[in-house]
């Protein structure tokens, strides 16, 4: 596993980062590859950063674009970016602003490849008549399949690898999550509509049988859940998110895990999205700039 994946957002806490902790994964992923960056592709992300009032503020513009970028690059120890993702596209700023100063940055060698997150098809569309995009990161997911109706035969149109995040389904799909479990407030978790107390108990249910086929397999439910993705017909990688080393191991055997049609499709039954409660997100902070 060599695709190491964060934001410049993430981790927002720490001395050893910017103001307010902004950029400190980046820092910390920086100090992990110095000696051995040529080991690793690494991926991160601009466009959505906390403002003074709490709001999640998405900045596309071209300024904006070359000022993280540069941001990045320092803290990230380095002298190029892999795979550049615009987090959140500004919905101030046409795409095509964007994803031409995105461009700019491979022209100058201090980006390999562009990347979207959570695009839409037109967006998707226009980004691609601007600049090759390689990859778009949306969660995809046994019980999130949003991107399956327009985004994933869009990006097997395009020559575009779906990322997906949450591929785990934040920790449920891997069967850790039980009725008992209290999410704080201080848990992301506690938002989503597919953890609040009235959906959760019957999402879970549809864990059981998850478990219920990975047991059957000789597999845990999480090793199921990534290889189902791995067995899609499109360009496919999953980004699982761990801790501890022990989960990493683990979710790196899933790739040695081979489903047969019909199990595959068995899953996705289970799992069919009128089935499970809970849309993707609930409510966000977010604002333009």
Partial sequence: MNLLDT?????AVGAAADTNG??????LLGEAVR?????????????????????????????YVRSACEASLRRLGTDHIDLYYCHRLD??????ETVGAMAELVTEGKVTALGLSNAGPDELRRAARTAPVSALQSEYSLWERGVEDEILPLCRELGITLVPYSPLG????????????????DDFRSTLPKFSPGNLPHNLRLVDGLK????????????????WLLAQPYAVVPVPGTKRAEFLRENAAAADLTLEAGEVAALGALFAPERVRGGQYGELPVAGR
């Fill in 91 to 96: 919905p101030g700023v046409p795409v095509e």
């Fill in 35 to 63: 000696g051995r960056r040529d080991r690793a592709v690494i991926a991160t992300k601009f466009g959505a950063r906390p403002s003074d009032d709490g709001r999640v503020v998405y900045d596309g513009t071209p300024a």
């Fill in 212 to 227: 219920r086929f990975a047991r059957e397999r000789g597999a845990t439910p999480g090793q199921v859940a990534l290889a």
């Fill in 22 to 27: 902004f950029g400190h994964n980046e820092t």
């Fill in 7 to 11: 934001a410049d957002v993430y981790g």
């Fill in 170 to 185: 934040r920790a449920a799909l891997t069967g850790r999550v039980g009725p008992g479990t209290r999410l704080d407030g």
